[in-house]
């Protein structure tokens, strides 16, 4: 079966010598709900951007469904929706028109685009807030139309960068279900996140990431025979422990 | 070389709302300016300057004037565009979508050309109400009306890619295509100039535009209109090429 994400020794250093991403190789298979963790700087926002298209790549292949990201990108695009880390949105814009642009880059016609769009508004339960320009949104109605617009194009591979990081428990609620019925319909999901609850509650797969590099790859199960479960191998895993048992102690 | 139509349509649309929320930056400010300029130098001074080569002196200044308003339109659009969207990280709904290379520079184009038609339209009806409006070869008129937008469009998109700061948007109009505006004949025949300056006109490419413009308006070329027009199709095929790669390599784009 071709994986719906295959990444192969991947290296992004950026033009002030940073080396955001040092080697990293995964394969994410169809169908799976794969956990991107590691701390902040470890370089899992540079490999979403890699694979998305905002950086380019030193060197390494990436495929999504077997499309090559780089030398085909126009189609390897068409399989992707991003739900990026920051508001990348003009924010004199409203919501409505934000969703809908994005249905329009991805060359979606009127009619089909607008029960799209008003199918997600409708999802995210932006409907009140349609028409308001996007600066004047709180945080969490922020990143409800950014996920709206991530899933416009009903992507095969849908990444979500830190999706729940500042929003309600209501909204991130929510957004656990949705992602858990989207998957079940057969949607593959890459979730970064920071709270390893939402990864143990969501995901099968875990990769834990550290400079630059994978350091633990798995599926869920093999990070709850540990004692201390995933908290554990992740501290482990990024060489924070002896710090987390130090501060245990005092 | 361009398959999504909609995508394309999209960005016009898109960027035309944008305009819509600044009106009087996009489109009053150029209007009152090339007002200004008719009014003064055109109405004003030229009602005491004798005619030129038959011309009133406003029919002479006019096609001038409306091109460094299509200059200006062109190259304003081009980088405000362009470094807004860098600036607010949106230019990255387009990079993670499905539109080739040509498609996002043709999208920005399409809607440089639009503002300076636009500009163009604001312009010449406020020259039909001065009496100075002439129309020699209309499909001319067209052809420097676009391509000169192009070319603009194409350099404000280079510096709009280069620019660390809002300041550097400004530098290439203030150091360069202001000053070659003013001495590339908008006011003056290449003849009013001292024998040695006049090198400098031919040398300069906004004469050529100019002049372009003027010919194609009044019928008065004072420089070889086959060169001119040869030099600004290449000059937009070369600029074209340009933004091209730099798009294909992500040169101020892609991290």
Redesign the interface.
């Known amino acids: 079966m071709t994986p719906a994400l295959e990444i192969s020794h991947l290296r992004k250093v950026y033009r002030s010598g940073t080396v955001a991403v040092e080697d990293v190789s995964l394969t994410i298979q169809p169908g799976d709900f794969f956990g991107f963790l590691g701390p902040n700087g470890a370089g899992k926002s540079t490999t979403i951007h890699c694979i998305t298209g905002i950086s380019n790549p030193t060197s390494g292949t990436i495929k999504i469904f077997g499309v090559d990201a780089v030398a085909d990108y126009r189609k390897a695009r068409t399989l992707v929706g991003l739900s990026p880390q920051e508001f990348n949105v003009d924010p004199f814009a409203n919501a409505r028109n934000i969703v809908d642009w994005m249905g329009g880059y991805f060359g979606i016609p009127a009619a089909v685009r607008q029960k799209r769009v008003d199918m997600l508004i409708e999802r995210f339960d932006l409907v009140p807030h349609a028409n308001k320009p996007f600066r004047e949104l709180s945080g969490g109605l922020k990143r409800r139309v950014i996920l709206a617009r991530a899933m416009v194009n009903d992507p095969q591979l849908l990444i979500l960068d830190e999706p729940t990081a500042g929003v309600d428990v209501e909204l991130r609620m929510d957004l656990w279900r949705y992602l858990q019925e989207l998957n079940r319909d057969g949607k593959t999901i890459l979730l970064t996140s920071h709270y390893l609850e939402e990864i143990e509650r969501l995901c099968r797969t875990i990769a834990i990431v550290a400079h630059g590099q994978i350091v633990r790859h798995g599926p869920k199960e093999e990070f709850f025979t540990e004692p201390g479960g995933l908290e554990r191998a992740y501290l482990a895993a990024t060489g924070k422990v002896a710090d987390h048992i130090a501060a245990g102690a005092r | 070389m361009i398959g999504?139509?909609?995508?394309l349509?999209?960005?016009v649309?898109?960027e035309i709302?944008?305009l819509m929320?600044v009106p009087i930056q996009a489109v009053v400010a150029p209007l009152i300016s090339a007002l200004l300029f008719i009014f003064i130098f055109g109405f004003v001074v030229g009602g005491r300057i004798n005619t030129i080569a038959g011309h009133r002196y406003i029919e002479f200044v006019f096609p001038g004037v409306l091109m460094m308003n299509i200059v200006n339109a062109a190259f304003l659009q081009a980088t405000s565009q362009i470094y807004f969207?860098r600036f607010?990280?949106?230019i990255?709904?387009?990079?993670?979508?499905?539109?080739?290379y040509v498609e996002m520079i043709a999208g920005a184009i399409s809607i440089v050309i639009i503002r300076s038609v636009v500009t163009a339209i604001g312009i010449m009806l406020i020259g039909v109400a001065f009496g100075a409006v002439h129309m020699y070869s209309l499909p001319e008129f067209l052809f420097w009306v676009i391509f000169v937008s192009m070319i603009f469009g194409f350099l404000g998109i280079i510096v709009a890619l280069w620019a660390k700061t809002f300041e550097q948007l400004n530098i290439l109009t203030v150091f360069f295509i202001q000053p070659l505006s003013m001495v590339g004949g908008v006011f003056n025949t290449i003849g009013m100039l001292p024998p040695w300056l006049r090198w400098l006109a031919y040398g300069n490419p906004l004469f050529y535009f100019i002049n372009g413009l003027r010919y194609s308006m009044i019928g008065f070329s004072e420089g070889p209109a086959v060169f001119g027009a040869i030099f600004t199709v290449v000059l937009a095929a070369v600029l074209g090429t340009i933004v091209w790669r730099l798009y294909a390599?992500?040169w101020g784009l892609?991290?």
């Open positions: 999504n139509w909609i995508g349509w999209t960005m649309r898109r709302q944008r929320r969207q607010q990280k949106s990255e709904e387009i990079l993670v979508s499905p539109l080739s390599i992500g892609r991290e």
